[in-house]
């Protein structure tokens, strides 16, 4: 059952191989949503031919398995590049430019130049072939794979912030406006990372 969902994510990669394409980097991001922190994207780029098994959507598995596959794809991939933007940079641009500028740096931070961009819901203005994934992270193993590297490596970075901003409950809602999130808002005021371009966070500018 496993190795067949694995193979069935891995088709989009296998046309790309069978076109020629040696360097695949699967794309994705996460933190949009949250009113604080960054937005984290990774790009990861496989091993042809050493499956890790269980990939899929980071929204989809525990804590626990994404750590698990954090830890294979640390040590199978050939190639792993992290981009983060920052509050400020967010509110400059908005969420949806951050989020590609993110996934731009993620790319220009692999160590191989991948030549085959497998991207969820997104085109990047990079010179490289790519294919645009409706739910890629559910279709794709390298986009699963990025997904849950961005994933863990942003919870991390929240779980750091909750011990430097206490009282919001970053550690285990990562900057989602969760009703603890909001309490402490509105208890506390804004933090140096909360993103001031969003509601509610506006509300408490003004």
Do not use: C
Not at 16 to 36: H, N, S, T
Not at 93 to 116: G, H, T, W
Not at 180 to 203: M, V, W
């Amino acid at each position: 059952m496993i190795q067949e969902k694995y193979l069935e994510m891995s088709l989009f990669e296998k046309q790309a191989y069978e076109q020629g394409y040696e360097w695949i980097a699967g794309i994705d991001e996460v933190g949009r949503g949250p009113l604080a922190g960054p937005v984290v994207a990774a790009a990861v780029i496989l091993p042809k031919d050493e499956p890790i098994l269980g990939l899929n959507d980071s929204k989809q598995l525990s804590e626990k398995k994404r750590e698990l596959l954090y830890d294979q794809i640390q040590q199978k991939a050939l190639a792993i590049g992290i981009g983060i933007i920052d509050e400020k940079k967010i509110d400059e641009v908005n969420i949806y430019e951050a989020s590609k500028l993110a996934m731009i740096q993620a790319v220009e931070k692999l160590a191989i130049r991948p030549n085959y961009l497998l991207i969820d819901a997104m085109t990047l203005d990079l010179p490289i072939q790519q294919e645009k994934l409706i739910k890629g992270d559910a279709r794709s193993v390298s986009i699963a794979a990025a997904s849950i590297i961005a994933k863990v490596y942003r919870d991390d970075l929240m779980k750091k912030y909750d011990e430097l901003y206490p009282g919001y409950g970053f550690g285990h809602n990562a900057g989602y406006g969760t009703k603890e999130h909001l309490q402490g808002l509105a208890t506390q005021g804004i933090t140096p990372i909360h993103r001031r371009s969003f509601a509610p966070i506006k509300n408490y500018l003004s």
